[in-house]
Protein backbone atom coordinates (compact mmCIF):
# COMPACT_ATOMS: atom_id res chain seq x y z
CA UNK A 1 0.00 0.00 0.00
CA UNK A 2 1.05 3.54 -0.74
CA UNK A 3 2.51 5.26 2.33
CA UNK A 4 0.75 8.19 3.81
CA UNK A 5 3.32 9.18 6.29
CA UNK A 6 6.84 8.55 5.88
CA UNK A 7 10.49 9.26 7.88
CA UNK A 8 13.37 8.59 5.90
CA UNK A 9 16.95 8.70 7.79
CA UNK A 10 16.37 10.93 10.76
CA UNK A 11 19.08 12.56 12.43
CA UNK A 12 19.52 14.28 15.66
CA UNK A 13 22.43 15.55 17.91
CA UNK A 14 21.92 16.81 20.92
CA UNK A 15 25.61 18.06 21.74
CA UNK A 16 28.24 15.27 21.05
CA UNK A 17 24.91 12.87 22.05
CA UNK A 18 23.18 11.24 19.25
CA UNK A 19 19.67 10.49 20.10
CA UNK A 20 18.48 9.96 16.81
CA UNK A 21 20.32 7.72 14.14
CA UNK A 22 19.12 7.19 11.08
CA UNK A 23 15.63 6.63 11.94
CA UNK A 24 13.38 5.85 8.85
CA UNK A 25 9.82 4.69 9.47
CA UNK A 26 6.64 4.43 7.18
CA UNK A 27 3.18 4.19 7.91
CA UNK A 28 0.42 3.47 5.88
CA UNK A 29 -3.58 4.53 6.47
CA UNK A 30 -4.96 2.51 9.39
CA UNK A 31 -1.95 1.35 10.17
CA UNK A 32 -1.51 0.49 14.41
CA UNK A 33 1.97 0.99 14.59
CA UNK A 34 3.09 0.99 18.42
CA UNK A 35 6.84 2.78 18.66
CA UNK A 36 8.39 1.30 21.94
CA UNK A 37 12.27 1.39 23.52
CA UNK A 38 14.21 1.10 27.17
CA UNK A 39 14.35 5.26 28.71
CA UNK A 40 16.25 7.54 26.78
CA UNK A 41 16.09 5.73 23.49
CA UNK A 42 14.51 8.85 21.79
CA UNK A 43 10.88 8.05 21.46
CA UNK A 44 10.20 11.15 22.77
CA UNK A 45 12.73 13.24 20.67
CA UNK A 46 11.53 11.22 17.64
CA UNK A 47 7.91 12.32 17.92
CA UNK A 48 9.12 16.17 18.54
CA UNK A 49 10.98 16.26 15.31
CA UNK A 50 7.84 14.44 13.28
CA UNK A 51 5.77 17.22 15.14
CA UNK A 52 8.33 20.17 13.67
CA UNK A 53 9.16 21.13 17.70
CA UNK A 54 12.75 20.16 16.88
CA UNK A 55 14.57 20.55 13.85
CA UNK A 56 16.63 17.57 12.73
CA UNK A 57 19.81 17.69 11.69
CA UNK A 58 19.02 15.77 8.58
CA UNK A 59 16.39 13.52 7.04
CA UNK A 60 13.22 14.29 5.96
CA UNK A 61 9.33 13.96 6.99
CA UNK A 62 6.82 13.20 4.34
CA UNK A 63 3.29 13.56 4.65
CA UNK A 64 0.90 12.42 1.88
CA UNK A 65 3.60 12.94 -0.37
CA UNK A 66 4.50 16.15 0.07
CA UNK A 67 8.00 17.39 2.22
CA UNK A 68 6.89 18.21 5.72
CA UNK A 69 10.33 18.97 7.06
CA UNK A 70 10.88 22.40 7.04
CA UNK A 71 6.83 23.24 8.27
CA UNK A 72 6.51 24.73 11.80
CA UNK A 73 4.24 22.18 13.80
CA UNK A 74 1.17 24.24 13.36
CA UNK A 75 1.49 23.91 9.44
CA UNK A 76 2.02 20.03 9.51
CA UNK A 77 -1.24 20.72 12.23
CA UNK A 78 -3.23 21.86 9.17
CA UNK A 79 -1.93 18.87 6.93
CA UNK A 80 -3.39 16.32 9.08
CA UNK A 81 -0.37 15.64 11.86
CA UNK A 82 -1.45 15.49 14.82
CA UNK A 83 0.05 14.61 18.56
CA UNK A 84 -0.85 14.33 21.81
CA UNK A 85 1.88 14.82 25.17
CA UNK A 86 3.15 12.53 27.59
CA UNK A 87 2.70 14.83 29.87
CA UNK A 88 -1.10 16.47 29.71
CA UNK A 89 -1.01 19.99 28.34
CA UNK A 90 -4.18 21.09 29.16
CA UNK A 91 -5.78 24.85 29.75
CA UNK A 92 -6.45 24.77 33.25
CA UNK A 93 -9.09 26.91 33.69
CA UNK A 94 -11.01 26.22 30.75
CA UNK A 95 -13.77 23.59 30.53
CA UNK A 96 -13.15 20.09 28.47
CA UNK A 97 -16.16 21.35 26.70
CA UNK A 98 -14.05 24.72 25.46
CA UNK A 99 -11.00 22.40 25.12
CA UNK A 100 -12.58 20.28 22.46
CA UNK A 101 -15.05 23.11 21.07
CA UNK A 102 -11.78 25.34 20.29
CA UNK A 103 -10.09 22.29 18.41
CA UNK A 104 -13.11 21.72 16.08
CA UNK A 105 -13.39 25.69 15.71
CA UNK A 106 -9.22 25.45 14.69
CA UNK A 107 -10.07 22.82 12.86
CA UNK A 108 -13.00 24.55 10.46
CA UNK A 109 -10.69 27.79 10.18
CA UNK A 110 -13.35 29.56 12.81
CA UNK A 111 -11.19 30.03 15.99
CA UNK A 112 -10.53 33.89 14.89
CA UNK A 113 -13.74 34.90 15.37
CA UNK A 114 -14.32 37.79 16.97
CA UNK A 115 -18.10 37.89 18.02
CA UNK A 116 -20.66 35.15 19.25
CA UNK A 117 -19.76 32.09 21.64
CA UNK A 118 -18.77 28.99 20.26
CA UNK A 119 -22.29 27.74 22.24
CA UNK A 120 -24.23 29.32 19.47
CA UNK A 121 -22.95 26.92 16.60
CA UNK A 122 -25.12 24.08 16.37
CA UNK A 123 -22.95 22.47 14.55
CA UNK A 124 -20.32 23.24 16.23
CA UNK A 125 -21.81 22.01 19.60
CA UNK A 126 -23.54 18.77 18.02
CA UNK A 127 -19.90 17.34 17.41
CA UNK A 128 -18.14 18.68 20.57
CA UNK A 129 -21.31 16.54 22.34
CA UNK A 130 -20.47 13.51 20.23
CA UNK A 131 -16.56 13.77 20.92
CA UNK A 132 -17.09 14.05 24.85
CA UNK A 133 -19.59 11.48 25.10
CA UNK A 134 -17.55 8.97 23.21
CA UNK A 135 -14.61 9.39 25.25
CA UNK A 136 -17.07 9.41 28.86
CA UNK A 137 -16.41 13.07 29.77
CA UNK A 138 -20.04 14.52 28.75
CA UNK A 139 -20.98 14.97 32.12
CA UNK A 140 -17.73 17.02 33.50
CA UNK A 141 -17.95 18.92 30.37
CA UNK A 142 -18.57 21.96 32.15
CA UNK A 143 -16.05 21.47 35.26
CA UNK A 144 -12.04 23.37 34.92
CA UNK A 145 -9.58 21.24 33.54
CA UNK A 146 -8.38 21.32 37.32
CA UNK A 147 -10.97 20.06 38.83
CA UNK A 148 -10.86 16.56 37.09
CA UNK A 149 -9.10 13.26 37.51
CA UNK A 150 -5.87 13.18 35.55
CA UNK A 151 -7.11 10.20 34.20
CA UNK A 152 -9.88 12.56 32.30
CA UNK A 153 -7.54 14.73 31.88
CA UNK A 154 -5.77 12.05 29.80
CA UNK A 155 -9.03 11.22 27.64
CA UNK A 156 -9.39 15.16 26.60
CA UNK A 157 -6.37 14.91 25.37
CA UNK A 158 -7.35 12.09 23.15
CA UNK A 159 -10.93 13.84 22.61
CA UNK A 160 -8.41 17.30 21.30
CA UNK A 161 -6.34 15.12 19.26
CA UNK A 162 -9.73 13.61 17.56
CA UNK A 163 -11.32 17.29 17.63
CA UNK A 164 -8.61 17.82 14.75
CA UNK A 165 -10.11 15.00 12.39
CA UNK A 166 -6.10 13.95 11.48
CA UNK A 167 -4.51 11.44 9.34
CA UNK A 168 -1.73 10.72 11.26
CA UNK A 169 -1.80 10.70 15.12
CA UNK A 170 0.81 10.48 16.92
CA UNK A 171 0.30 9.34 20.53
CA UNK A 172 3.45 10.01 23.21
CA UNK A 173 1.98 7.47 26.21
CA UNK A 174 -1.59 8.10 26.27
CA UNK A 175 -2.14 6.26 29.59
CA UNK A 176 1.25 7.03 31.34
CA UNK A 177 -0.22 7.96 34.80
CA UNK A 178 -3.36 6.56 34.58
CA UNK A 179 -4.75 4.32 37.22
CA UNK A 180 -5.06 0.29 36.34
CA UNK A 181 -8.12 0.69 36.54
CA UNK A 182 -8.68 3.36 34.52
CA UNK A 183 -6.27 2.53 30.83
CA UNK A 184 -9.33 0.49 29.42
CA UNK A 185 -11.67 3.55 28.97
CA UNK A 186 -7.99 5.04 27.23
CA UNK A 187 -7.85 1.83 25.25
CA UNK A 188 -11.57 2.07 24.11
CA UNK A 189 -10.91 5.16 23.21
CA UNK A 190 -8.24 4.11 21.14
CA UNK A 191 -9.89 1.65 19.86
CA UNK A 192 -13.03 3.89 18.85
CA UNK A 193 -10.80 5.42 16.32
CA UNK A 194 -11.49 5.84 12.78
CA UNK A 195 -10.27 2.74 10.73
CA UNK A 196 -8.50 4.25 7.74
CA UNK A 197 -6.46 7.13 10.77
CA UNK A 198 -2.41 6.18 10.79
CA UNK A 199 -1.67 5.92 14.79
CA UNK A 200 1.57 5.76 16.19
CA UNK A 201 1.80 5.09 19.82
CA UNK A 202 4.91 5.33 22.32
CA UNK A 203 3.97 3.32 25.44
CA UNK A 204 5.41 1.18 28.12
CA UNK A 205 2.31 -0.65 29.18
CA UNK A 206 3.31 -3.89 27.32
CA UNK A 207 -0.12 -5.15 27.56
CA UNK A 208 -1.79 -1.96 26.05
CA UNK A 209 1.02 -2.11 23.24
CA UNK A 210 0.37 -6.33 22.23
CA UNK A 211 -3.40 -5.81 22.44
CA UNK A 212 -3.31 -2.33 20.07
CA UNK A 213 -0.42 -2.59 17.55
CA UNK A 214 -0.23 -4.65 14.74
CA UNK A 215 3.20 -3.39 14.08
CA UNK A 216 6.13 -2.92 16.71
CA UNK A 217 9.55 -0.70 16.16
CA UNK A 218 11.78 -1.02 18.97
CA UNK A 219 14.22 1.74 19.18
CA UNK A 220 17.10 1.79 21.28
CA UNK A 221 19.80 4.42 21.82
CA UNK A 222 17.95 6.44 18.86
CA UNK A 223 18.22 3.21 16.58
CA UNK A 224 15.51 1.49 15.18
CA UNK A 225 16.72 -2.26 16.46
CA UNK A 226 13.26 -3.68 14.99
CA UNK A 227 10.32 -3.18 12.97
CA UNK A 228 8.06 -5.83 12.58
CA UNK A 229 5.17 -7.64 14.12
CA UNK A 230 4.38 -8.01 17.57
CA UNK A 231 4.36 -11.78 17.85
CA UNK A 232 7.79 -11.86 16.71
CA UNK A 233 9.82 -8.43 19.26
CA UNK A 234 9.92 -10.31 22.32
CA UNK A 235 12.24 -13.39 20.58
CA UNK A 236 14.25 -10.86 18.73
CA UNK A 237 17.76 -11.17 20.46
CA UNK A 238 18.63 -7.55 20.29
CA UNK A 239 15.16 -6.52 21.51
CA UNK A 240 16.14 -8.56 24.22
CA UNK A 241 19.44 -7.38 24.53
CA UNK A 242 18.68 -3.73 24.43
CA UNK A 243 15.81 -4.39 27.23
CA UNK A 244 17.76 -6.42 29.78
CA UNK A 245 21.23 -5.96 29.20
CA UNK A 246 23.43 -9.11 29.61
CA UNK A 247 20.52 -10.60 31.58
CA UNK A 248 19.18 -11.38 28.34
CA UNK A 249 21.49 -14.83 27.59
CA UNK A 250 20.74 -15.66 31.60
CA UNK A 251 17.25 -15.54 30.45
CA UNK A 252 17.47 -17.68 27.28
CA UNK A 253 20.26 -19.63 29.05
CA UNK A 254 17.45 -20.93 31.68
CA UNK B 1 -27.22 8.36 16.36
CA UNK B 2 -25.42 9.92 19.83
CA UNK B 3 -26.81 9.73 23.19
CA UNK B 4 -25.49 12.98 24.64
CA UNK B 5 -27.56 14.79 21.43
CA UNK B 6 -30.65 13.95 23.38
CA UNK B 7 -29.63 15.12 26.54
CA UNK B 8 -30.81 18.79 27.45
CA UNK B 9 -27.80 21.17 27.74
CA UNK B 10 -28.69 22.63 31.67
CA UNK B 11 -29.11 26.69 30.76
CA UNK B 12 -27.32 28.90 32.84
CA UNK B 13 -29.50 30.87 34.92
CA UNK B 14 -30.95 34.50 33.59
CA UNK B 15 -28.49 36.42 35.72
CA UNK B 16 -25.51 34.57 34.49
CA UNK B 17 -26.01 34.65 30.52
CA UNK B 18 -27.11 38.61 31.32
CA UNK B 19 -23.40 39.02 33.16
CA UNK B 20 -22.08 36.99 29.71
CA UNK B 21 -23.27 39.18 27.36
CA UNK B 22 -22.40 42.39 29.32
CA UNK B 23 -25.74 43.47 30.01
CA UNK B 24 -24.73 43.96 33.51
CA UNK B 25 -21.38 45.56 33.32
CA UNK B 26 -23.02 47.98 30.69
CA UNK B 27 -25.52 48.74 33.64
CA UNK B 28 -23.24 48.82 36.26
CA UNK B 29 -21.19 51.74 34.13
CA UNK B 30 -24.32 53.70 33.63
CA UNK B 31 -24.82 53.59 37.09
CA UNK B 32 -21.54 54.44 38.31
CA UNK B 33 -21.14 57.12 36.10
CA UNK B 34 -24.23 58.92 37.21
CA UNK B 35 -23.21 58.05 40.56
CA UNK B 36 -19.98 59.76 40.16
CA UNK B 37 -21.78 63.06 38.64
CA UNK B 38 -24.10 63.07 41.64
CA UNK B 39 -21.27 63.18 44.09
CA UNK B 40 -18.46 64.72 42.48
CA UNK B 41 -20.31 67.18 40.12
CA UNK B 42 -17.18 69.93 40.76
CA UNK B 43 -14.58 67.15 39.72
CA UNK B 44 -16.46 65.56 36.41
CA UNK B 45 -12.69 66.42 34.98
CA UNK B 46 -10.70 63.91 37.12
CA UNK B 47 -14.01 61.06 36.77
CA UNK B 48 -13.03 61.58 32.93
CA UNK B 49 -9.91 61.15 32.74
CA UNK B 50 -10.25 58.01 34.91
CA UNK B 51 -12.23 56.80 32.20
CA UNK B 52 -9.58 57.72 30.08
CA UNK B 53 -7.00 55.97 31.54
CA UNK B 54 -9.46 52.89 32.45
CA UNK B 55 -9.60 52.41 28.41
CA UNK B 56 -5.71 52.16 29.09
CA UNK B 57 -5.65 49.76 31.75
CA UNK B 58 -8.42 47.48 29.53
CA UNK B 59 -6.31 47.29 26.26
CA UNK B 60 -3.21 46.06 28.74
CA UNK B 61 -5.76 43.85 30.38
CA UNK B 62 -6.18 42.67 26.63
CA UNK B 63 -2.46 41.80 25.90
CA UNK B 64 -1.03 41.04 29.31
CA UNK B 65 -4.25 39.52 31.26
CA UNK B 66 -5.90 37.55 28.91
CA UNK B 67 -2.63 37.02 26.49
CA UNK B 68 0.21 36.70 29.41
CA UNK B 69 2.32 39.44 27.36
CA UNK B 70 4.12 41.71 30.30
CA UNK B 71 4.26 45.23 29.15
CA UNK B 72 5.87 48.50 30.61
CA UNK B 73 5.50 50.47 27.38
CA UNK B 74 1.44 50.22 26.64
CA UNK B 75 1.31 54.04 27.16
CA UNK B 76 2.96 54.59 23.83
CA UNK B 77 -0.65 53.27 22.48
CA UNK B 78 -2.63 55.68 24.90
CA UNK B 79 -0.14 58.33 24.05
CA UNK B 80 -0.74 57.64 20.17
CA UNK B 81 -4.44 57.89 20.07
CA UNK B 82 -4.33 61.51 22.45
CA UNK B 83 -1.64 62.89 19.95
CA UNK B 84 -3.74 61.49 16.72
CA UNK B 85 -6.83 63.01 17.87
CA UNK B 86 -5.04 66.43 19.13
CA UNK B 87 -2.92 66.54 15.84
CA UNK B 88 -5.98 66.06 13.52
CA UNK B 89 -7.74 68.64 15.39
CA UNK B 90 -5.08 70.92 15.47
CA UNK B 91 -3.65 71.36 12.27
CA UNK B 92 -6.11 69.15 9.88
CA UNK B 93 -8.82 71.12 11.33
CA UNK B 94 -11.05 67.38 12.00
CA UNK B 95 -12.83 69.00 15.25
CA UNK B 96 -15.72 66.78 15.47
CA UNK B 97 -15.20 64.23 19.03
CA UNK B 98 -16.65 61.31 17.45
CA UNK B 99 -14.22 62.06 14.25
CA UNK B 100 -11.14 62.91 16.57
CA UNK B 101 -12.64 59.61 18.80
CA UNK B 102 -12.07 57.73 14.83
CA UNK B 103 -8.88 59.27 14.30
CA UNK B 104 -7.82 58.75 18.15
CA UNK B 105 -8.23 54.55 17.35
CA UNK B 106 -7.09 54.10 14.31
CA UNK B 107 -4.02 55.85 15.74
CA UNK B 108 -3.55 53.56 18.55
CA UNK B 109 -4.15 50.45 16.68
CA UNK B 110 -1.46 51.46 14.40
CA UNK B 111 0.90 51.88 16.98
CA UNK B 112 -0.29 48.22 18.53
CA UNK B 113 0.87 46.97 15.23
CA UNK B 114 3.97 48.75 15.38
CA UNK B 115 4.93 47.97 19.30
CA UNK B 116 3.28 44.17 19.25
CA UNK B 117 5.60 43.62 16.14
CA UNK B 118 8.39 45.05 18.18
CA UNK B 119 7.67 43.46 21.60
CA UNK B 120 6.51 39.68 20.24
CA UNK B 121 10.35 39.41 18.83
CA UNK B 122 11.27 38.39 22.31
CA UNK B 123 9.93 36.82 25.64
CA UNK B 124 9.71 37.00 29.16
CA UNK B 125 12.30 39.53 30.38
CA UNK B 126 13.63 40.53 26.84
CA UNK B 127 9.78 41.24 26.47
CA UNK B 128 9.79 43.48 29.22
CA UNK B 129 13.15 45.90 27.84
CA UNK B 130 11.84 45.88 24.74
CA UNK B 131 8.59 47.19 25.98
CA UNK B 132 10.06 49.73 27.77
CA UNK B 133 12.44 50.48 24.81
CA UNK B 134 9.19 51.18 23.05
CA UNK B 135 8.00 53.79 25.27
CA UNK B 136 11.26 55.82 24.79
CA UNK B 137 11.43 55.77 21.58
CA UNK B 138 7.74 56.79 21.19
CA UNK B 139 8.19 59.36 24.14
CA UNK B 140 11.21 60.90 22.29
CA UNK B 141 9.69 60.60 18.49
CA UNK B 142 6.95 63.04 20.28
CA UNK B 143 9.56 64.94 22.02
CA UNK B 144 11.11 66.22 18.62
CA UNK B 145 8.27 66.09 16.51
CA UNK B 146 7.59 69.30 17.94
CA UNK B 147 6.22 71.11 14.72
CA UNK B 148 3.54 68.24 15.09
CA UNK B 149 3.66 67.73 18.75
CA UNK B 150 4.54 71.13 20.48
CA UNK B 151 7.29 69.18 21.86
CA UNK B 152 7.43 69.43 26.10
CA UNK B 153 5.39 72.59 25.83
CA UNK B 154 2.39 70.01 24.56
CA UNK B 155 -0.04 70.17 22.12
CA UNK B 156 -3.07 72.94 22.84
CA UNK B 157 -5.46 74.59 21.57
CA UNK B 158 -7.66 71.26 20.72
CA UNK B 159 -11.44 72.45 20.71
CA UNK B 160 -13.78 70.44 19.38
CA UNK B 161 -16.99 71.27 18.39
CA UNK B 162 -20.21 70.58 20.07
CA UNK B 163 -21.83 67.41 19.76
CA UNK B 164 -23.79 67.09 16.90
CA UNK B 165 -24.15 71.05 17.24
CA UNK B 166 -26.27 70.91 20.45
CA UNK B 167 -23.65 69.67 23.11
CA UNK B 168 -21.13 71.92 24.03
CA UNK B 169 -18.06 71.09 25.69
CA UNK B 170 -18.18 73.72 28.46
CA UNK B 171 -16.48 74.86 31.39
CA UNK B 172 -17.60 71.85 34.26
CA UNK B 173 -16.46 69.16 31.73
CA UNK B 174 -20.89 67.57 31.75
CA UNK B 175 -20.38 66.47 28.08
CA UNK B 176 -16.85 65.33 28.21
CA UNK B 177 -17.91 63.44 31.00
CA UNK B 178 -21.33 62.10 29.22
CA UNK B 179 -19.41 61.26 26.13
CA UNK B 180 -16.82 59.59 28.32
CA UNK B 181 -19.60 57.31 30.26
CA UNK B 182 -21.35 56.20 26.96
CA UNK B 183 -17.64 55.43 25.24
CA UNK B 184 -16.45 52.94 28.00
CA UNK B 185 -19.81 51.27 27.98
CA UNK B 186 -19.42 50.74 24.28
CA UNK B 187 -16.08 50.10 24.70
CA UNK B 188 -16.92 47.47 27.47
CA UNK B 189 -19.30 45.76 25.55
CA UNK B 190 -17.20 45.27 22.53
CA UNK B 191 -14.50 43.57 24.65
CA UNK B 192 -17.07 41.56 26.42
CA UNK B 193 -18.50 40.59 22.98
CA UNK B 194 -14.59 39.78 22.01
CA UNK B 195 -13.27 37.69 25.27
CA UNK B 196 -15.97 35.51 24.87
CA UNK B 197 -15.85 34.92 21.07
CA UNK B 198 -13.85 31.89 20.26
CA UNK B 199 -10.68 34.10 19.72
CA UNK B 200 -11.05 35.33 23.33
CA UNK B 201 -10.83 31.64 24.15
CA UNK B 202 -7.77 31.37 21.88
CA UNK B 203 -6.28 33.96 23.61
CA UNK B 204 -6.70 32.74 27.21
CA UNK B 205 -5.03 29.64 25.41
CA UNK B 206 -2.12 31.59 23.91
CA UNK B 207 -1.64 32.77 27.74
CA UNK B 208 -1.86 29.15 29.13
CA UNK B 209 0.19 26.98 26.93
CA UNK B 210 1.91 28.28 23.26
CA UNK B 211 2.77 24.81 22.51
CA UNK B 212 -0.77 23.36 22.78
CA UNK B 213 -1.66 25.88 20.58
CA UNK B 214 0.90 24.65 17.88
CA UNK B 215 -0.48 21.33 18.51
CA UNK B 216 -4.01 22.41 17.43
CA UNK B 217 -2.69 24.24 14.15
CA UNK B 218 -3.43 28.19 15.44
CA UNK B 219 -0.14 30.50 15.51
CA UNK B 220 0.17 32.13 19.28
CA UNK B 221 1.98 35.11 17.56
CA UNK B 222 -0.47 36.18 15.06
CA UNK B 223 -3.19 35.85 17.48
CA UNK B 224 -0.96 38.18 19.65
CA UNK B 225 -0.49 41.01 16.87
CA UNK B 226 -4.00 40.91 16.46
CA UNK B 227 -4.92 41.04 19.86
CA UNK B 228 -2.26 44.44 20.47
CA UNK B 229 -4.27 45.95 17.57
CA UNK B 230 -7.58 45.88 19.26
CA UNK B 231 -5.34 46.92 22.47
CA UNK B 232 -4.39 49.76 20.77
CA UNK B 233 -7.45 50.77 19.37
CA UNK B 234 -9.23 50.92 23.02
CA UNK B 235 -6.41 52.72 24.52
CA UNK B 236 -6.02 55.11 21.29
CA UNK B 237 -10.18 55.96 22.12
CA UNK B 238 -8.79 56.45 25.09
CA UNK B 239 -5.93 58.78 24.14
CA UNK B 240 -8.74 60.54 22.02
CA UNK B 241 -10.86 61.26 25.12
CA UNK B 242 -8.14 62.44 27.43
CA UNK B 243 -7.45 65.27 24.66
CA UNK B 244 -10.71 66.20 23.59
CA UNK B 245 -11.57 66.56 26.97
CA UNK B 246 -8.72 68.04 28.53
CA UNK B 247 -8.32 69.74 24.84
CA UNK B 248 -4.19 69.62 25.95
CA UNK B 249 -2.04 66.63 25.33
CA UNK B 250 1.39 66.65 26.79
CA UNK B 251 4.55 64.12 26.90
CA UNK B 252 3.38 62.74 30.08
CA UNK B 253 0.36 60.76 28.06
CA UNK B 254 3.46 58.56 26.21
CA UNK B 255 5.34 58.24 29.37
CA UNK B 256 6.70 54.88 31.04
CA UNK B 257 4.89 56.41 34.38
CA UNK B 258 2.04 56.38 32.83
CA UNK B 259 2.53 52.91 31.37
CA UNK B 260 3.78 51.55 34.96
CA UNK B 261 1.07 53.43 36.84
CA UNK B 262 -1.72 51.69 34.85
CA UNK B 263 -0.28 48.44 35.07
CA UNK B 264 -0.26 48.70 38.62
CA UNK B 265 -4.07 49.74 38.72
CA UNK B 266 -4.42 46.23 36.85
CA UNK B 267 -2.88 44.47 38.83
CA UNK B 268 -4.73 46.15 41.60
CA UNK B 269 -8.13 45.38 40.15
CA UNK B 270 -6.95 41.99 38.84
CA UNK B 271 -5.76 40.61 35.78
CA UNK B 272 -7.78 38.88 33.23
CA UNK B 273 -11.07 40.29 33.55
CA UNK B 274 -12.29 43.56 32.25
CA UNK B 275 -14.32 44.54 35.79
CA UNK B 276 -10.73 44.20 37.34
CA UNK B 277 -9.51 46.25 34.87
CA UNK B 278 -12.03 49.01 35.83
CA UNK B 279 -12.18 49.16 39.45
CA UNK B 280 -8.64 48.77 39.58
CA UNK B 281 -8.39 52.12 37.63
CA UNK B 282 -11.45 53.67 39.85
CA UNK B 283 -9.68 52.59 43.08
CA UNK B 284 -6.17 53.82 42.58
CA UNK B 285 -7.57 57.40 41.04
CA UNK B 286 -9.72 57.51 43.71
CA UNK B 287 -6.94 56.66 46.33
CA UNK B 288 -4.40 58.82 45.06
CA UNK B 289 -6.71 62.09 44.43
CA UNK B 290 -7.95 61.71 48.02
CA UNK B 291 -4.50 61.13 49.66
CA UNK B 292 -2.90 63.67 48.08
CA UNK B 293 -4.92 66.29 48.81
CA UNK B 294 -5.15 65.22 52.59
CA UNK B 295 -1.64 64.25 52.82
CA UNK B 296 0.49 65.95 49.94
CA UNK B 297 4.26 64.78 51.42
CA UNK B 298 3.22 60.83 52.50
CA UNK B 299 0.62 59.97 50.18
CA UNK B 300 2.56 57.65 47.72
CA UNK B 301 4.00 55.68 50.91
CA UNK B 302 0.39 54.94 51.43
CA UNK B 303 -0.44 53.78 47.54
CA UNK B 304 2.67 51.40 47.86
CA UNK B 305 1.36 49.77 51.22
CA UNK B 306 -1.81 49.48 49.70
CA UNK B 307 0.03 47.52 46.69
CA UNK B 308 1.91 45.47 48.65
CA UNK B 309 -0.96 44.58 50.65
CA UNK B 310 -2.95 43.47 47.83
CA UNK B 311 -0.16 41.61 46.17
CA UNK B 312 0.16 39.81 49.47
CA UNK B 313 -3.31 39.15 50.68
CA UNK B 314 -5.15 39.35 47.54
CA UNK B 315 -2.80 38.31 44.62
CA UNK B 316 -5.77 38.24 42.40
CA UNK B 317 -6.53 41.63 42.54
CA UNK B 318 -9.43 43.17 44.34
CA UNK B 319 -11.84 41.98 41.44
CA UNK B 320 -10.39 38.69 41.28
CA UNK B 321 -10.38 37.85 45.05
CA UNK B 322 -13.74 39.08 45.84
CA UNK B 323 -14.63 36.66 43.00
CA UNK B 324 -12.74 33.56 43.74
CA UNK B 325 -14.19 34.57 47.57
CA UNK B 326 -17.84 34.82 46.36
CA UNK B 327 -17.38 31.15 44.10
CA UNK B 328 -15.84 29.80 46.99
CA UNK B 329 -19.48 31.03 49.30
CA UNK B 330 -21.41 29.71 46.45
CA UNK B 331 -20.62 26.18 46.33
CA UNK B 332 -20.16 24.97 49.70
CA UNK B 333 -22.96 23.29 50.66
CA UNK B 334 -25.67 24.76 52.57
Known amino acids: ?111 GRMFGHYSGRAEVMDEVSAILDRLGLFDLRHLKVREIAYGQQRLLEIAMAMALKPRVLLLDEPAAGVPQSETARIEAALASLPADLAILMIDHDMDLVFRFAKRVVVLAAGTVIFDGLPKDVTQNARVREAYLGSYADAGSAA | MVASLDRTIATPSFTRRMADRGVIGVLAILVAGLAGYLLMPNNLALLTQMIAVAMLVLSIDLVTGYCGVATLGHAALFGAGAYGAGIAAVHFGITDPV ?169 LGGTGSLYGAMIGTVVFMLFEDTLSAANPFHWLTIVGALLIAVVLFAPKGLYGSAAAFAGRVRRRPA
Do not use: C
Open chain 1, 1 to 111: MKSLFEVRNLNKKFGGLVVTNDVSISMAPGDRLALIGPNGAGKTTFINLVTGNLQPDSGDVTLGGENVTRLGPASRVHRGLVRSFQVTRLFQDMTPEEHVALAVLQREGHS
Open chain 2, 99 to 267: AMTAVGLLAGAAAGLVSGFVILRAHGLAQLVLSIAVIHLFHEAANKASGWTGGSDGLSAITPDAFFGAFEFDLWGVTAYAYGVILLAVVFLALQILVRSPFGMLARGVRQDQIRIAAMGASSHSVLLRMYVISGAVAGVGGALSAISTQVVGLDSLSFTLSAEALVMLV
